[in-house]
């Protein structure tokens, strides 16, 4: 059952479930519904786009945290040794910063449907080879 949709461009779509080890990542990320921002490519953590925040976090604290999202794992990070930002993978991914290893919230995951890893990869190769994306993450 999808909770969140997100847009990325004009024509990807993709629907998402809060994670529910994730519960006060998810009262506090629903208060910034919809996010609209752009996605840009990792520069540390390999096969992933990111959504800055720059020192806007949420009061958190680390709950249902990794370090190795799978393709289709939206993270957060909230601590305090690089920005806060969301983490969206679409492929082979080691979350970091140029300090060092980083550990973000697993907040939802990508509701699996026909076409959803292409429409990932897509989103990856678009956002490597053409730059920014517009990005929109919304409460269905």
Known sequence: MADLRIRVGDEIEFAAAWEPQAPRTRQALQAWLPIRSQLIHC?????????????????????????????GDLLIYVGDVSECEILFPYGACSFSSRVGPLAGNHFATLVPDGGWRERLAEVGRRVLWEGAQPVEIAQV
């Open 43 to 71: 520069k540390w953590s390999g096969e992933s786009t990111w959504i800055p925040f720059g020192e806007t976090r949420p009061d958190v604290g680390y709950e249902n945290h990794t370090s190795h999202p799978a393709p």
